[in-house]
């Protein structure tokens, strides 16, 4: 079932794997949506253009998916099993980009219109509710008996996420300088919320799905959640420092936004006379495009790019010893340990 | 723990009783939400004012909570098992108040902001999420073994809910008139899912967690259904006709916003001279004020009125049907006998 050699090629192959496993149930999943919200959710997912034409956008990597159906091998049941939890996750995704792309006011994603860009906000935030109640269904009406727990983390997650998109909304209000600012501990908690929960949420329902007793799921979900702390991190580099060519957006986007990103803030609680400078000149509100490139300069010289980059291999390193502290089978956690830096890596 | 005659009077002291049993716990509930969320959520639950403000706000009637908590002494229970059931129909509710009240543009709700308004649309749809989220897991983490049904009709619930607002969403942009108009049995089946489904749920959670059998709770469920089509249908009338100084509403008010409602696609759909006048008025576009008294007059000579109320009776007539089907505590039966008519009747 799984590949018993586990190569850098392996990662690709893993994701493309549970994608095709994965992919009929979530197509019947967005099928049983309102036609309108199915309509919204195939535009989201990249499969449709809009109002359901044909030009497909580009696709997410289905780490969640994936994460899910790694989680119930790794605990040594049938890759199958995972199958709704699967689905549930990458829904909640879903519905989490629609919402968040709402409140951010951010008119493209991957390339093309936002959902709210070309459907409205109202039809966006009830395609958002639809897809939502579906993963709830979708796990609540899953069969094998492990539906009590299942549901309780992805309620508990659920709960997690809107924590986490608050404090980054709320974020946004605090100054970048001075004792109200944001500082890269609250920062880490709010990723762990906004991106490890979910990310945790997949590894520990493909585990309870699979009949894992509570110690494997556990750690697997914890696992999943330094996961998504580490990408977090990796993915704020990007934001700065990506290459337009491949991320689909401006170089030193998030800067110029305004963005308060792991990088940034810890380049400002470093110190030093780049921080004061750099501190300075956010300070200053809007930033030029010769202010934000002085700015990734300075994030850079306070070690700020550094210290994410660590932050990053810090939270992989974790994740790698939540999955060697339990007995899980060895295929899975191969391809898991081999998924999870790849991920990462690619944008670090 | 019931009164042992229902009068009049027991509508209210049930209402009361319930909001009593319930108020604890669902305070609690949005205590552990985000406190952002807490803030809008106790605004928009009618608690507290803007900002946290002490300028509490109407409070809703609390028919959901009530008969979560009925459904459960139906069925022989203690009152006190159906709080879980209870907090989360009333926390699903205020999701749905903050969410539709987005997409409908509604600015005033209770004669104050709407929370959008309030509070801005990106928050409001977030604290939405966060009180979707806190609901189905308060349902998940209900004592008593009895919560993978009960999250099962909830998860349901919600994909009729979010069905039933975009049918209703959809309406708007359908014609008046002709082929394509909406017809009665649409509207019916819309109001089925956009306030039935969560009446219903409210009873059949109840139950459920008070340990009923199938039959019963399908039972409660299905008379909670027809309950909320009759609500509705005098909500309509309500809408309408409705006093100004009690709905806080302008008199003649869904006419005014060219809304869909059952009095005026009945009265469309009868046919005749009125039918026929009212057709070609809402046609021509927004309606002046005396254009307005204009259509609620054809609408009456067209018979919308009392088509309306008779399908409030007869909704509320097949509630009771329902609820006499099966074996039921004749105490609690009682009491919902008395609720469901009083909560229509006040309003047709």
Avoid at 147 to 164: N, Q
Avoid at 315 to 334: D, G, K, N, T
């Amino acid at each position: 079932m799984t590949s018993p050699t586990a190569s850098p090629a392996t990662a690709p192959r893993t994701l493309a794997r549970c994608r095709a496993l994965v992919r009929p149930a979530l197509y019947r999943a967005v099928r049983r949506l309102h036609p309108w919200h199915g309509e919204i959710a195939a535009f989201s997912l990249g499969w449709d253009g809009v109002d359901g034409g044909d030009v497909p956008g580009a696709q997410g990597k289905g780490v969640r998916q994936a994460l899910a159906v790694l989680g119930a091998e790794a605990v040594g049941a049938e890759a199958r099993s995972a199958v709704p939890g699967a689905v549930a996750v990458e829904l909640v995704h879903t519905f989490s980009l629609l919402h968040d792309d709402i409140m951010d006011g951010d008119e493209t994603r991957r390339r093309r219109a936002t959902a709210w860009k070309a459907y409205g906000t109202g039809p966006a935030v009830l395609a958002g509710d639809a897809l939502f109640a579906q993963a709830v269904r979708t796990l609540a009406e899953a069969p094998g008996g492990h539906c009590v727990p299942a549901v309780r983390l992805l309620a508990g997650t659920l709960t997690d996420l809107v924590h986490g998109q608050a404090d980054d909304l709320l974020f946004e209000s605090r100054p970048w300088t001075g004792p109200d600012a944001v500082q890269p501990h609250e920062y880490r908690l709010m990723a762990e919320h906004k991106t490890g929960a979910l990310l945790g949420c997949a590894a520990g329902l493909g585990a309870l799905l699979g009949g894992a007793g509570r110690t494997e799921a556990d750690a697997l979900a914890t696992a999943g959640r330094h996961f998504g702390v580490a990408f977090q991190a990796a993915d704020d580099v990007l934001g700065i420092w990506g290459d337009p060519a491949v991320t689909g957006k401006p170089v030193h986007g998030d800067l110029g936004r305004g963005k308060k990103t792991y990088p940034v803030l810890a380049a400002l609680a470093a110190g030093g006379p780049a921080a004061t400078e750099l501190g300075a000149l956010l300070r200053g509100g809007p930033l030029d495009e010769g202010a934000v490139r002085r700015a990734a300069g300075l994030v850079e010289e306070a070690g700020g790019r550094a210290a994410a980059t660590s932050e990053a291999h810090r939270h992989l390193e974790r994740a790698r010893a939540c999955l060697e502290s339990v007995p899980l089978a060895p295929a899975a956690l191969e391809e898991m340990l081999t998924l999870l830096p790849y991920v990462v890596e690619r944008t670090v």
